[in-house]
């Protein structure tokens, strides 16, 4: 595998795709853009098989020095693999979700799904800093036309809202990398990573990062955008949105913030932390009192990643992997959420949750699927919800122990909202006519249901995959964060750390065994 | 000896002169019939002078080797970066203004003279070493430049933008003499050398005077805030191949004009014109950029987007060092490359009747009727309000890097953070072409050249353009280097 440029590839393959969807019409359209995405899919698979667990820091590194001021340059860690996995694993599912909604000017839509495919994996991969940049900040272009285009009703407020809102975030980012490249000598990140910067030049770069993550997370009160553009984008919109577009502020703080200014993180996890608590309670209450099903689960979104923030804020290993596993999780089970709603809602056109009830009657397969990703959107043990959310608790608990009492809230808050939207749509009296004529699940929807099903019990069930690709790379970042540490509020360390972390030690030493740590916590804890 | 050696270094003038004189005769002969055949040699012309002027670019020619006439004129690199732009620009507006022109009856065979004696001129505005050559070429330029803005002689709106144009040029050509004046009073010296060193000691009153006059008659040519109010005038009413003239080539010199002026005759007092040119740039990008957001003309948008854009350049000249003038040399490249884009692809916005487009309402759902043209304008669009990956964006992260590398953190702020604002008009003009219902107005086939012109320059601003920036980057640091030789 060495010296072949697979990650260039990975990039190539949409880009290509995307060029033949802008002239080709509907029919030939679809099938490109799936075409290119399950290829993608299997280069992704290659990948993650190919990776070495426990090798190298950065494996399938490429270096092209083709232009002036940064580099072409890719590579990736096990927190990189992950991702790009999981963007290829939406890809095609998008894909599928748009395959009978999307009538007009197909080929546009595939072409910029395809652009944003390239932009995302971009974005995991790129080791250069300006190339991140570009990758990162280019992705508002096919956000943009995606909402705007092929929307709803509000679709041009909501495509303002989301361009503008997101480019003031990036921008002071960019003026900060400047300065960094500038102070370093480099714009190489592993080598920005190990670099110590002034402490307080540190507070200004954080805050110029946090700037732009915060805003694409999003963080309470930068969230407003979200809601908007999740409900006006197309059902593949939303999935790519909440999948994987979030995910870039989560990356963002793991990669850049909290390696490159270890110092100002710790300065500023109170901030985080109000920050997140502040978003559990809101977005969560919000969530619960509304009348939109894609609106509900945006605000849920916020909710789930301010868990991530104050995992990743937690400064241990178990926060960092938790906050890690939420974020496929949330990655997997909110995609597969949107996609729900956007089966229904290609049948009765109104997100209306009043509009719908007693589905379980006539949509006993559609039914299923979403109990499942309700419970795993909740945390049910045996989904993928709960180790993500279980571990970031653990490692906020060990920090701050009211921090982890007020977050642990929206996971009984989320079980609230969540569970009533599934009573209101799937259960009750069949009150609308038409609603009960829908028809259940066909074979493509079978299709994309499947192997989001799978996924989000196998994450539930053995973590282990998900867990060892980052372990060594949480453990590096973990050791880099050790000396900035703030001191826990509660002097937990003596009592409850050992037992977890001797299970992580034991973890580590069966790489492959059957028997993981959050396993080993989740039978604990029950 | 001394004679030829100038007459060598100064061969693109005299080959301009010449032919355009010839050109004349030409003209005078053949009447607007031979209009077309005169615009085919001036560009000729134009290659002609551009394969001459690119050795001293790429052999990084500065120093007293290529001064010529006492002193006057300098034929180093910094003049032929700037020259080649110049030549770029008036080339297109010469092969995008016959088919314009004709619509109306109204291609006359002085077009191509005036562009002809324009790019002159502004050839010796980049070169001028003296403030007396400075002027001459200054006023060479304008001159030609009142006369192409009113070249719709029937057109109400043409006639007001080349009196407006020659009223408010006097008035900043006069500041800018009174400026030189002073700054002659006060140094005794007109050449640049002279001027640098007579202000290397303590400063007099008068000189600082002299040196602000100088600025504001310079930031008058430029557009830059708070003297561009002729700008959307001028453009809007201008015919749009005299805009596109407008937006590159003159820009070029005035900018290159500005840059020697500053960096060398002042640039022994950087503090005292720094933050002049700071105030000036900031007040351009908020004065674009808000000035811009109620344009429902394409014409005035892209006018207000040029007085945003040379804010953006200036961030490069306040770093008053090698590297910003470098950084503002790549901007002014990749800005040449999007106006030519977008001028060209207003061109080719035409109606029924062919009959130009310039309302930004007409172009709504233009992607739907014509999607090649709306793609091209979205990529103007997108590149104009710097959002990667497309080539605008590098002319930004330079400049502001070079800000950010003299410490001007700042301004580097601030100017990043108005750039937002400005975004928001360019994705209002995408909005209006791909979110919108279809007007369905522009109908009009446009000619081959146009397309291949759209092409070429949108090829050049679309994420290929990242494969030029090594040697871009090359050239402009020759060109930079040129300008600080001699300081």
């Known amino acids: 595998m060495s010296g072949f440029p697979i990650l260039s590839l990975m990039l190539l393959v949409p880009l290509i795709g995307a060029v033949a969807c802008l002239m080709a019409g509907r029919e030939q359209a679809r099938v490109i853009a799936l075409t290119a995405t399950l290829v993608d899919l299997v280069l992704g698979a290659v990948l993650w098989s190919h990776y070495q667990i426990g090798g190298p820091q950065w494996q399938f590194q490429e270096h092209a020095s083709v232009f002036a001021g940064f580099e072409w340059k890719l590579g990736i860690d096990g927190i990189a693999l992950l991702l790009i996995a999981l963007t290829v694993f939406l890809m095609p599912i998008c894909i599928g979700a748009s395959w009978n909604a999307i009538e007009k000017r197909a080929g546009e839509y595939y072409a910029n799904f395809l652009v944003m495919e390239t932009l995302m994996i971009g974005v995991f991969a790129a080791q250069d800093l300006f190339l991140f940049y570009i990758m990162f900040e280019a992705g508002l272009i096919p956000m943009y036309l995606i909402i705007g285009i092929w929307g709803g009703a509000d679709r041009i407020y909501a495509s303002y809202k989301f361009f503008l809102y997101t480019l003031l975030g990036s921008v002071l980012m960019l003026i900060a990398m400047m300065w960094m490249a500038n102070e370093a000598g480099t714009t190489d990140i592993p080598t920005l990573m190990a670099y110590s910067f002034p402490v307080k030049a540190q507070t200004w770069l954080w805050l110029a990062f946090f700037a732009s993550f915060a805003v694409k997370m999003p963080m309470w009160p930068t969230h407003t955008w979200l809601p908007d553009a999740h409900v006006q984008a197309p059902t593949a919109g939303s999935v790519i949105l909440a999948g994987v577009l979030l995910k870039m502020g989560g990356y963002g703080f793991i990669r850049f913030s909290l390696p490159m200014f270890p110092e100002a993180s710790a300065q500023f996890a109170p901030l985080i932390y109000g920050l997140s608590m502040a978003a559990v309670v809101i977005t969560s209450l919000i969530a619960l009192v509304q009348h939109d099903m894609k609106k509900l689960i945006a605000y849920s979104s916020v909710a789930h990643m301010a868990i991530v923030t104050v995992g990743l804020f937690a400064f241990n290993r178990q926060g960092l992997e938790g906050s890690m596993i939420v974020m496929l999780s949330h990655g997997i089970v909110s995609g597969a959420l949107f996609l729900a709603v956007g089966v229904i809602y290609d049948r009765l056109h109104t997100r209306e949750i009043d509009r719908y009830g007693g589905l379980a009657i006539n949509m006993p397969g559609y039914a299923l699927f979403f109990m499942l990703f309700t419970m795993a959107s909740v945390g049910l043990p045996g989904t993928s919800g709960f180790v993500g959310e279980f571990l970031s608790l653990l490692g906020i608990y060990a920090q701050s122990s009211w921090v982890a009492l007020v977050c642990t809230t929206g996971i009984i808050l989320g079980a609230a909202y969540m569970l009533y939207l599934y009573r209101r749509v799937i259960f009750g009296v069949q009150k609308n006519a038409d609603a009960a004529a829908m028809s259940d699940l066909d074979a493509r929807e079978w299709a994309m249901m499947i192997p989001l099903g799978i996924a989000v019990l196998w994450m539930g069930i053995y973590p282990e995959t998900f867990l060892a690709p980052m372990r060594k790379d949480i453990a590096s970042l973990e050791a880099r964060l050790a000396q900035a540490r703030p001191k826990g509020d509660a002097d937990v360390q003596l009592a409850a750390l050992p037992p977890a972390a001797a299970t992580h030690e034991h973890g580590d030493a069966m790489e492959h065994g059957p028997q993981s740590g959050p396993e080993a916590q989740h039978e604990g804890a029950r | ?487």
């Open chain 2, 1 to 487: 000896m001394e004679l030829l050696r100038s007459l060598a270094i100064t061969g693109t003038e005299e080959v301009l002169s010449i032919s355009g004189l010839i050109l004349l005769l030409a003209a005078a002969w053949g009447g607007d019939k031979a209009s077309r055949a005169i615009s085919i040699a001036a560009v000729a012309v134009l290659t002609v002078c551009a394969v001459l002027t690119a050795p001293a670019l790429c052999q990084a020619a500065m120093g007293p080797g290529v001064s010529a006439w006492n002193g006057q004129f300098s034929g180093d690199a910094f003049a032929a970066f700037g020259k080649l732009l110049v030549y770029a620009g008036a080339a297109v507006t010469l092969i995008v203004a016959p088919a314009f022109f004709e619509r109306d009856n109204a291609m006359r065979s002085e077009f191509p003279l005036l562009v002809l004696f324009a790019a002159m001129g502004m050839g010796m505005m980049v070169s001028a070493t003296d403030m007396l050559a400075l002027y001459i070429g200054l006023e060479l330029n304008s001159l030609a430049a009142y006369v192409m803005a009113a070249f719709l002689r029937s057109d109400e709106r043409s006639a007001e933008a080349g009196l407006k144009y020659f009223v408010l040029g006097s008035l900043a050509s006069g500041i800018l003499l009174y400026g030189i004046s002073l700054t002659y009073g006060f140094t005794g010296s007109t050449s640049f050398a002279g001027i640098h060193v007579a202000l290397a000691g303590p400063l007099s009153m008068g000189a600082v005077f002299g040196v602000v006059f100088v600025l504001a008659g310079l930031a008058f040519k430029v557009s830059a805030a708070p003297f561009h109010m002729w700008t959307p005038d001028v453009y809007e009413g201008a015919p749009t191949p005299v805009t596109t003239f407008f937006a590159t080539a003159p820009k070029v010199a005035a900018l290159g004009l500005l840059m020697r002026v500053s960096l060398f005759a002042f640039g022994a007092q950087p503090g005292v014109w720094q933050q002049i040119v700071i105030f000036v740039a900031l007040l351009s990008i908020v004065i674009g950029a808000l000035g811009a957001i109620g344009q429902d003309n394409i014409k005035r948008l892209l006018a207000y987007s040029s007085i945003n854009n040379v804010g953006f350049m200036l961030i490069g000249l306040a770093c008053a060092n090698q590297a910003g003038a470098a950084a503002m040399l790549v901007y002014l490249a990749i800005y040449v490359a999007m106006s030519i884009a977008g001028f060209v692809a207003v061109l080719m916005l035409r109606d029924e009747n062919g009959a130009p487009v310039e309302s930004i309402a007409a172009m709504a759902g233009l992607s739907k009727t014509r999607p090649a043209l709306a793609l091209a304008l979205a990529a103007v669009m997108f590149s104009l309000a710097g959002i990667p990956p497309l080539f605008g964006f590098w002319g930004k992260f330079v400049v502001f890097q070079a800000a950010v590398q003299a410490g001007l953190l700042t301004l580097a702020a601030i100017g990043i953070a108005a750039s937002v604002i400005g975004a928001f008009y360019y994705i209002k003009v995408v909005k209006v072409m791909y979110f919108d219902e279809a007007a369905d107005v522009v109908r009009g086939r446009s000619d081959v050249a146009q397309r291949v012109l759209l092409f070429v320059s949108v090829v050049a601003i679309s994420p290929l353009g990242y494969l030029l920036t090594k040697s871009l980057g090359v050239l402009a640091g020759h060109a930079a280097a040129a300008l600080f030789h001699i300081a």
